[in-house]
């Protein structure tokens, strides 16, 4: 048997585990050092960074010192910051690659600490903040101003300004056609002339009779051809008249039309800015929002592991040279998932006091612990605020995660908060806050009752409108908060309601309703110009067209009436002059006939006059 | 590499026994088969050094174990993952699971497993495999390799003076 021992080679075998013990006792805190500022700034996408780190043998454990976590946002502040962080570490698991550590203790934890250096990664992958407006803005900006509506709104106005533009070109030009093809006034002063030569004076000859009609027939002849030609000047004068009236009267209706659909959809109306107290601290909630929904963000991803890294890091294994395999975990009272602080206490100075945070059972693989997360808060003599209690629990050890918050504040002194609206400003007030809120499936439902007492307004404006906000609020010592937020965590729906709403409601209805006004008066006014930048002359020259449509049926009837001019034939005359002389003669007998008559009349008067005498 | 390979025909045509270099090779299976760094793999390094088995042979089959090895991780996978979900060994696994020790040797990892079965089964059948090659290569190869051209290029190199060094 001992022929098979090699007892040099046990020497062998302890100096070579020997001089891997201590390569790895010297190179890891290096190596711990460098995976949490690499994994940290990856995470929170600003630097991270760590002083010093000491690696203890008994007991086994690590201590941080002076870590700094950058805002990625804001490249000069400190997101969070603590002195020291001391954790201890199972043996056994670290000899298969898992870090767990019984307790964990941070000190002096502090938020929002400023920066001698920019924390700002040099590369940032991190997306750029939107600078998205608040409710505030958003509500004042739902009134946008004339020039942006006029040039966002696709409006009827400027549509039937440029038809009838487009049409009066058309028209206008089919007019100018025909109308040169009418004859002018000093063609029909030559037709009158040249007529009345044709008809005056007496036919000498039935030659004459035969010049003077061949003219008048080429002169009927002209007459037809103009009077064509004025039927049809007049017919395109009456088209372009009744088209372009047509347009006019669209145009004019326009204006009316996009008034009234513009102030459909631009109502500033009490519906619009339904919800005052989403005016008012819509801002400052909408921050806080962000900045949970932010760092929930960017650790949610982490929180779904179940151990089974094939799922997880299916990319990274495309990289590595073999396949990682995976661990199957069996029930236990000792699960070792891959990290897992079982309790872990932070403290640090706040308002005055001190943060106290608990966390358990910290594990981005809770499918293999079996246990949520749960961290809790609660404040120490603090100044501003009375109680705080905050939980959260983070449960993803079944497949569909949910993640909880709730927070209690009691006798938060309030510091001054800018209404942001007219100069009011909530000078002080104590706020008694509960809140709860729960992600499920990716989904989040939360509310939020805050109870306003010993509320004290303040505000300087001068407006009317401020004025009356102002008053409205002097006299209100207190006031409820409720807020609700539900929907998918990227743009849930959140809602504001107040009592505060009701009692300020009548005062910013009078501001919207005087806003409104006036910017349905710039509205009309703008449309109006747009009118008469494309009506213009076009009214001047309908009036033209009108006038044009008379003068060619004046033209017209005067063509007709040269046209029925008739040139009398020589017989005709020849017979006409022998009736004349015939007639003259009669006459001249009948009237010496007639004087005959009356001189026997006379005489015969005369006669039996004297008779009449001699009897007597 | 020259080195390591001027170690093993050292070995190979020394007074080495056959059954201790063929050992030596196949129990580098087990470092090849399974993932390098772990526990189990310090076990077996303990084993090399202390048993009587020919360590170049067991340097040079950990690098061409774990080159097959590369190769036959899927296989190692599935058979371990078989093992660590079959229903009548739960019991088992449950039990040793709740050992610190016997998890550090990774037994529930599938690769790890997978690779440690496969080598293990391979085990006696490589080695006497490899104890007949070596027996076959000294009786009836090594006069024939020595005539070759190519060997005797080889003996004018510097991987020549190597082993010559060693095998003094």
């Known amino acids: 048997m001992t022929k098979w021992i090699r007892w040099s080679g046990l020497a062998g075998f302890l100096i070579i585990v020997g001089l891997i013990a201590a390569l790895v006792v010297l190179a890891l805190p290096m190596a711990i050092r460098f995976t949490i500022e690499f994994v940290g700034s990856k995470v929170a996408g600003a630097e991270v960074s760590v002083a010093d780190v000491d690696v203890g043998l008994s007991p086994l454990g690590v201590t941080l010192r002076d870590v700094q976590v950058a805002d990625a946002r804001q490249p000069m502040q400190n997101l969070v910051q603590f002195d020291t962080a001391t954790a201890d570490l199972e043996l056994a698991p670290l000899l298969v690659g898992k870090a767990i550590s019984q307790q964990l203790v941070v000190d002096n934890l502090q938020f929002h600490t400023e920066r001698t250096t920019s924390g700002a990664l040099p590369v940032s992958d991190v997306a750029e903040e939107s600078n998205e407006p608040g409710i505030k803005e958003k509500t004042l900006e739902a009134l946008p101003s004339v020039d942006e509506v006029l040039a966002r709104e696709t409006l009827k106005t400027p549509a039937a300004g440029k038809a009838l533009s487009e049409s009066w070109e058309t028209q206008s030009q089919a007019v100018e056609t025909a109308m040169a093809e009418v004859p002018d006034q000093a063609a029909l002063s030559r037709y009158r002339t040249e007529i009345e030569e044709i008809t005056s004076g007496r036919l000498e000859s039935i030659e004459d009779f035969r010049q003077r009609k061949a003219r008048l027939d080429a002169l009927k002849a002209q007459f037809k051809k103009d009077k064509q030609a004025v039927e049809a000047a007049r017919t395109a004068v009456t088209t372009g008249k009744q088209e372009v009236s047509d347009r006019l009267g669209e145009l004019k209706r326009a204006p009316g039309e996009d008034l009234s659909y513009l102030k459909d959809k631009y109502q500033l109306s009490g519906t619009g800015v339904s919800n005052l107290t989403g005016l008012l601290f819509g801002d400052d909630a909408a921050n806080w929002a962000r900045e949970a929904l932010y760092w929930y963000e960017r650790i949610q991803p982490y929180l779904s592991d179940d151990g089974s890294e094939d799922d997880s890091q299916e990319v990274e294994e495309e990289k590595q040279a073999r396949l990682a395999g995976e661990f199957v975990h069996f029930p236990t009272d000792n699960p070792w998932p891959d990290f897992l602080i079982r309790e872990a206490r932070l403290s640090g100075p706040f308002d005055g006091g001190s943060l106290v945070i608990r966390g358990q059972d910290i594990t981005h693989q809770q499918k293999v612990t079996g246990r949520a997360t749960v961290f809790t808060a609660t404040g120490e003599q603090l100044q501003k605020i009375g109680d705080l209690d905050a939980r959260l629990t983070l449960d993803h050890t079944g497949q569909r995660g949910r993640d909880s918050l709730n927070v209690a504040v009691s006798d938060w002194a309030m510091a001054p908060v800018a209404l942001g609206v007219a100069g009011a400003e909530l000078s002080q007030a104590k706020v008694q806050l509960a809140s709860q809120a729960v992600v499920e499936g990716g989904v989040l439902a939360a509310d939020l009752k805050a109870k306003v007492r010993q509320a004290t307004f303040d505000g300087d404006g001068q407006t009317l409108f401020a004025r009356e906000l102002n008053s409205a609020l002097k006299g209100i010592s207190q006031f409820s908060v409720n807020a609700t937020a539900e929907g998918k965590l990227s743009s849930p729906a959140v809602t504001f309601g107040s009592d505060l709403d009701r009692q300020i409601n009548a005062a910013l209805s009078q501001r919207l309703n005087a806003k409104q006004d006036e910017f349905e008066a710039r509205l009309q006014k703008r449309l109006n110009q747009q009118v008469a930048e494309y009506a213009g002359d076009y009214a001047d020259e309908l009036q033209s067209l009108i006038d044009m449509e008379g003068s060619l049926s004046d033209r017209l009837n005067s063509l007709t009436e040269l046209a029925s001019t008739q040139l009398e034939d020589f017989k005709a005359q020849q017979e006409r002059e022998a009736k004349e002389k015939i007639a003259a003669e009669k006459a001249e007998a009948e009237a010496k006939a007639k004087a005959e008559a009356d001189a026997r009349k006379q005489d015969l008067k005369n006669k039996a006059k004297n008779q009449l005498k001699s009897l007597f | ?168």
């Open chain 2, 1 to 168: 590499m020259l080195t390591l390979l001027a170690r093993l025909f050292k070995a190979l045509n020394s007074d080495s026994a056959p059954g201790q270099v063929a050992f030596g090779f196949a129990l580098s299976m087990i470092v090849g088969f399974t993932p390098l760094l772990s526990l189990l793999n310090l076990i077996v390094l303990l084993i090399a050094c202390v048993l009587r088995i020919n360590l170049s042979a067991f340097l040079l089959g950990v690098v061409v174990f774990s080159a097959l090895g590369y190769l036959l991780d899927p296989v190692s996978a599935s058979v371990g993952e078989a093992l660590l979900t079959l229903p009548s060994l739960q019991a088992l696994w449950t039990d040793a699971y709740q050992s610190d020790w016997l998890r550090v040797l990774a037994f529930n990892h599938t690769v790890t497993l997978g690779g440690l079965v496969i080598a293990l089964v391979a085990l006696i059948p490589v080695t006497l495999i490899a104890r007949v090659l070596i027996l076959q290569y000294r009786h009836r190869l090594l006069a024939w390799v020595n005539r070759l051209k190519i060997v005797q290029v080889i003996k004018a190199s510097k991987f020549w003076a190597l082993y010559t060094m060693f095998a003094e």
